[in-house]
C-alpha cells in the first residue's frame, strides 16, 4: 500500500511545488534530499548487484527464502558510480516502500561484454525470474545502464516465452542520460578519468581503437545491444531525462528511440533540462527531476487491484 498512498501524496505536493508553494507540500516531497534513510538491510547477491531493502533478507542461489510483497526498483547505474551517489536514488525509491536491485559494472566487464557485463546481465535476469513476487517492478537506468538492460533483454530474446513473465512485471521505466553506442568513446573516459582530460583523451583513442579491432568479442554485442534497446521488449510506459548540454547521453541520439518507441504504442515522457552535466540532472536540478519522477508514476495510475493482479500472474506463470 504505501506505493499507492505515496502516488496520491505526491500528486499533491507535486500541485503545490508547481504552483511556488514549497511550505505546504508535503514533507515526504523534499525530505529525502536531507534526511538518509535508516536501518536499511543491503544483501549482496553478487559482486554487481545487490538489494536494498527496509527489511532484513536471506538468500540463496538467487532465490529469497522468504518472498517479498514488495515492488522493486531496478537501479541500473553508470560506470564507475560512486555508493555515495547513488544512495541518493535508492534513499528514495527506499522510502517509497520499494525494495531496490542496485547493479554496477567496471570498465573492464565494459570493455570484455562476454565474460563481463553479459554475466551481470544473466544475473539480473535469474534474479528476476526466481523472485516473482517482485511486482510491479520500475526500470531506473543511468547512461550504460541502457545499454546493461540491452544485454538482458538480448538474453530474454532467446527464451521470450520463458521470460514473458518477468516483462509482463515491468509497470515503468526510467532513462537518465542513456548512452548509445556512438557515445561510448566519449562517456567511459569521462567516467574513468573525470579529472585528467590527458588520461581521458588516451583512453578515448583507445576505445575507438578498441572498437575497431575487436569486433568478435566486443563491438558487435554493444551493437546488438543498441538494436534490443531501440526495438525494446518492454512496452511499459517510459520517461526519459536528458538535458541540452549533455554531450554524452545526447538528445540526437535518445530521440530516435523515442521515435521507435512511440511508433510501438509506448508512452514516453520526454523532459531535457536546460544545462546539466551527464547524469548530474538530479545534483542540478532537484526539485524538477523529482516531480518529473512524481508526475511519471502518478501517470501510471496502477491501483492496488492493478498491482494485485500483476503479482498474481506472475506468480501463476513462474
Same mark, same amino acid.
Not at 568513446?185 to 579491432?213: D, Q, R, S, W
Given at each position: 500500500?504505501?506505493?499507492?498512498?505515496?502516488?496520491?501524496?505526491?500528486?499533491?505536493?507535486?500541485?503545490?511545488?508547481?504552483?511556488? /508553494?514549497?511550505?505546504? $507540500?508535503?514533507?515526504?516531497?523534499?525530505?529525502?534530499?536531507?534526511?538518509? +534513510?535508516? /536501518?536499511?538491510?543491503?544483501?549482496?547477491?553478487?559482486?554487481?548487484?545487490?538489494?536494498?531493502? /527496509?527489511?532484513?533478507?536471506?538468500?540463496?542461489?538467487?532465490?529469497?527464502?522468504?518472498?517479498?510483497?514488495?515492488?522493486? *526498483?531496478?537501479?541500473?547505474?553508470?560506470?564507475?558510480?560512486?555508493?555515495?551517489?547513488?544512495?541518493?536514488?535508492?534513499?528514495?525509491?527506499?522510502?517509497?516502500?520499494?525494495?531496490?536491485?542496485?547493479?554496477?559494472?567496471?570498465?573492464?566487464?565494459?570493455?570484455?561484454?562476454?565474460?563481463?557485463?553479459?554475466?551481470? %546481465?544473466?544475473?539480473?535476469?535469474?534474479? #528476476?525470474?526466481?523472485?516473482?513476487?517482485?511486482?510491479?517492478? @520500475?526500470?531506473?537506468?543511468?547512461?550504460?545502464?541502457?545499454?546493461?538492460?540491452?544485454?538482458?533483454?538480448?538474453?530474454?530474446?532467446?527464451?521470450?516465452?520463458?521470460?514473458?513473465?518477468?516483462?509482463?512485471?515491468?509497470?515503468?521505466?526510467?532513462? &537518465?542520460? %542513456?548512452?548509445?553506442?556512438?557515445?561510448?568513446?566519449?562517456?567511459?573516459?569521462? %567516467? +574513468?578519468?573525470?579529472?585528467?582530460?590527458?588520461?581521458?583523451?588516451?583512453?578515448?583513442?583507445? @576505445?575507438?581503437?578498441?572498437?575497431?579491432?575487436?569486433?568478435?568479442?566486443?563491438?558487435?554485442?554493444?551493437?546488438?545491444?543498441?538494436?534490443?534497446?531501440?526495438?525494446?521488449?518492454?512496452? %511499459?510506459?517510459?520517461?526519459? #531525462?536528458?538535458?541540452?548540454? &549533455?554531450?554524452?547521453?545526447?538528445?540526437? $541520439?535518445?530521440?530516435?528511440?523515442?521515435?521507435?518507441?512511440?511508433?510501438?504504442? *509506448?508512452?514516453?515522457?520526454?523532459?531535457?533540462?536546460?544545462?546539466?552535466?551527464?547524469?548530474?540532472?538530479?545534483?542540478?536540478?532537484?526539485?524538477?527531476?523529482?516531480?518529473?519522477?512524481?508526475?511519471?508514476?502518478?501517470?501510471? /495510475? =496502477?491501483?492496488?487491484?492493478?498491482?494485485?493482479?500483476?503479482?498474481?500472474? $506472475? =506468480?501463476?506463470?513462474?
Amino acid at each position: 500500500m504505501a506505493f499507492f498512498q505515496s502516488v496520491r501524496l505526491f500528486k499533491l505536493g507535486f500541485q503545490n511545488l508547481s504552483r511556488g /508553494n514549497i511550505k505546504t $507540500s508535503p514533507k515526504l516531497l523534499l525530505g529525502f534530499m536531507i534526511m538518509p +534513510v535508516r /536501518n536499511i538491510s543491503s544483501l549482496e547477491v553478487t559482486k554487481n548487484i545487490s538489494l536494498l531493502s /527496509n527489511k532484513k533478507q536471506k538468500i540463496n542461489d538467487f532465490k529469497l527464502e522468504e518472498p517479498q510483497d514488495n515492488s522493486l *526498483v531496478v537501479l541500473l547505474s553508470w560506470l564507475m558510480a560512486k555508493k555515495r551517489y547513488t544512495k541518493k536514488y535508492a534513499d528514495f525509491w527506499l522510502k517509497e516502500g520499494f525494495d531496490v536491485l542496485c547493479i554496477t559494472c567496471n570498465p573492464w566487464q565494459f570493455l570484455w561484454p562476454a565474460k563481463g557485463t553479459q554475466v551481470v %546481465a544473466s544475473d539480473i535476469l535469474k534474479f #528476476l525470474e526466481k523472485n516473482p513476487s517482485y511486482a510491479p517492478m @520500475i526500470l531506473h537506468g543511468f547512461s550504460i545502464g541502457g545499454y546493461l538492460w540491452g544485454e538482458v533483454m538480448v538474453q530474454m530474446a532467446l527464451e521470450k516465452d520463458r521470460y514473458q513473465a518477468v516483462l509482463d512485471r515491468i509497470a515503468g521505466q526510467i532513462w &537518465d542520460s %542513456a548512452v548509445d553506442i556512438t557515445e561510448i568513446h566519449v562517456g567511459v573516459p569521462l %567516467a +574513468v578519468f573525470p579529472k585528467n582530460k590527458v588520461m581521458a583523451k588516451a583512453l578515448e583513442k583507445y @576505445i575507438l581503437y578498441h572498437l575497431k579491432t575487436f569486433d568478435k568479442v566486443a563491438t558487435r554485442h554493444y551493437v546488438r545491444s543498441s538494436q534490443m534497446f531501440h526495438t525494446n521488449m518492454v512496452r %511499459a510506459p517510459a520517461l526519459f #531525462l536528458l538535458s541540452k548540454t &549533455d554531450t554524452i547521453g545526447a538528445i540526437s $541520439s535518445n530521440a530516435p528511440v523515442r521515435e521507435t518507441w512511440e511508433s510501438m504504442g *509506448v508512452k514516453v515522457n520526454w523532459k531535457v533540462f536546460e544545462k546539466s552535466p551527464h547524469v548530474g540532472h538530479f545534483r542540478k536540478y532537484p526539485k524538477e527531476y523529482i516531480a518529473e519522477i512524481y508526475q511519471f508514476l502518478d501517470g501510471l /495510475n =496502477l491501483n492496488q487491484s492493478e498491482k494485485e493482479q500483476i503479482k498474481k500472474q $506472475s =506468480l501463476l506463470k513462474a
